[in-house]
């Protein structure tokens, strides 16, 4: 049953920008159009395998810190970043910063991913930058402003003398011109055009990369969950120290039911992945605590949907996927959104749902307390009488209760100070800017 066999990381993190773009169609496939974009720029560049392999994660995950809807549009809107002072605009990418830069692998991507709305003329006075995080970061704003001027509607073959005016109309003020130079080469070139529109796929990637990209090990994954746990919470108040919670308790659970060393830190990376799919929600609807319409709730509902289709689309994550995909499921086939009953469960999906709801109910959001262990146990225990959640994880949940709820409390404090911290760094960023 279990797999521990390494990861693909672009996989991975293709699958998340793509998630991230659901919030509206329009944008939809922006990421990864903007990777490919950059990608093709580097490849005229005849970069090195490693640096483009850079550009893409980077080009993937560019926009990560535009938690909103009305974050997304702005980035997505030309004239924006250009009758705006910078500071507005560059919110999104010092947000995305600091949330990539903590995890070492990605520490290169979040310093490209900082700068990647400055204009040539500010880059250039950043004279304490290295060259290249530099170039690549001015690739992936021409990219990005490449793709932002393709009109999803019209025949793509159509646009291409007025993109590149536009694009050339602002070279040195705002563009690298060498790069400019590049786009003026490749935009006679029909294949890229066409590649751009008909969604470019991961084989589309490597065909460039000329190497296998890295793959990572489920200590690696770990890490990783972990600091995208970060990026799922903190985009609202309201879920800042969630998945922290669910985590702690899902580990918890599985150590108690016995689950092997290694079955449990594939829980803890369920546990942080669960709500990935929250990424497809509009940070404005994860804000509003009660009073969804019934399309903003429909909107919540695909949540887990989404987080399992991101996770299937990267290999060897099977069991993981089961175990934190389905925790709104429930015994009965009532659950979302397969609706899966008793024999489609497994002990590890019925662990995560217990500490879904067990924590949500619990937590402290900042419109109401947590509830008290009482009311509590009370809830889960109707729940599984009405065959809606696993008896036996509730009766090890309740005859453990000190020991699971204090090491949910103390994860949860834990992410509280982070969540601070974050915010605090944040503050004091953009107003240093003014
Ligand atoms: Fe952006
Ligand atoms: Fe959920
Ligand atoms: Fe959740």
């Known amino acids: 049953m279990l797999i521990n066999r390494p990861v693909p990381f672009l996989d991975l993190v293709l699958s998340i920008s793509e998630a991230t773009d659901l919030i509206d169609l329009n944008i939809n496939d922006h990421g990864k159009r903007v990777a490919f974009i950059a990608l093709n720029i580097a490849n005229e560049l005849e970069l090195n395998p490693s640096d483009k392999h850079?550009?893409?994660?980077?080009?993937?995950?560019?926009?990560?810190?535009?938690?909103?809807?009305?974050?997304?549009?702005?980035a997505a809107s030309f004239e924006f970043e250009f009758k705006y002072e910078t500071k507005e605009i560059n919110k999104h990418a010092e947000l995305?910063?600091?949330?990539?830069?903590?995890?070492?692998?990605?520490?290169?991507?979040?310093?490209?991913i900082r700068y990647h709305h400055f204009t040539y003329k500010e880059a250039e006075k950043l004279t304490d930058i290295d060259k290249n995080i530099l170039l690549f970061s001015q690739i992936i704003h021409l990219a990005d402003r490449i793709d932002i001027l393709i009109g999803r509607k019209n025949n793509i073959l159509n646009q291409v003398k007025?993109?590149?005016?536009?694009?050339s109309e602002y070279s040195e003020e705002y563009f690298n011109p060498e790069l400019v130079e590049v786009f003026d080469y490749l935009k006679s070139k029909e294949y890229?055009?066409?590649?751009i529109v008909s969604n470019p796929q991961i084989?589309?990637?490597?065909?460039?990369?000329?190497?296998?990209?890295?793959?990572?090990?489920?200590?690696?994954?770990?890490?990783?969950?972990?600091?995208?746990?970060?990026?799922?919470?903190f985009r609202s108040s309201f879920t800042a120290t969630h998945s922290k919670g669910v985590t702690a308790t899902s580990t918890a659970l599985a150590r108690l039911s016995n689950f092997s060393d290694t079955e449990c830190k594939m829980m803890e990376v369920a546990g942080y992945l669960h709500d990935l799919g929250k990424l497809?929600?509009?940070?404005?609807?994860?804000?509003?605590?009660?009073?969804?319409?019934?399309?903003?709730?429909?909107?919540?509902?695909?949540?887990?949907?989404?987080?399992?289709?991101?996770?299937?689309?990267?290999?060897?994550?099977?069991?993981?996927?089961?175990?934190?995909?389905?925790?709104?499921?429930?015994?009965?086939?009532?659950?979302?959104?397969?609706?899966?009953?008793e024999d489609g469960l497994s002990l590890g999906s019925r662990i995560m749902a217990v500490s879904d709801i067990f924590t949500a109910i619990t937590e402290d959001r900042p419109y109401r307390k947590g509830m008290t262990k009482t009311e509590s146990l009370k809830i889960v225990e109707t729940m599984a009488k009405n065959n809606k959640i696993d008896a036996d994880i509730v009766s090890v949940l309740k005859l453990n209760y000190d020991e699971i709820n204090s090491a949910r409390i103390i994860a949860q404090n834990e992410a509280s100070i982070e969540y601070k911290e974050f915010r605090q760094y944040y503050n004091n960023a953009l107003n240093s800017k003014k």
């Not at 938690?67 to 997304?72: N, V």
């Not at 007025?162 to 694009?167: E, H, S, T």
């Not at 890229?192 to 590649?195: A, E, Q, S």
């Open 192 to 195: 890229f055009w066409l590649d």
């Open 203 to 233: 084989l589309t990637f490597s065909r460039f990369l000329g190497y296998l990209p890295l793959d990572f090990s489920l200590d690696k994954i770990l890490d990783f969950s972990k600091m995208f746990s970060q990026i799922i919470d």
């Open 280 to 341: 497809s929600v509009p940070a404005e609807i994860l804000e509003k605590p009660a009073g969804l319409t019934t399309d903003e709730f429909d909107i919540i509902r695909g949540h887990t949907y989404f987080t399992y289709k991101i996770l299937s689309n990267v290999a060897n994550l099977d069991t993981i996927n089961s175990w934190a995909s389905f925790h709104h499921e429930c015994l009965d086939g009532t659950g979302y959104p397969f609706h899966l009953k």
């Open 96 to 112: 995305g910063y600091m949330l990539l830069r903590k995890f070492k692998p990605l520490s290169e991507m979040a310093e490209i």
């Open 54 to 74: 850079t550009i893409i994660i980077a080009g993937l995950l560019h926009d990560i810190g535009a938690f909103s809807l009305q974050d997304k549009l702005k």
């Open 162 to 167: 007025d993109i590149y005016d536009k694009i």
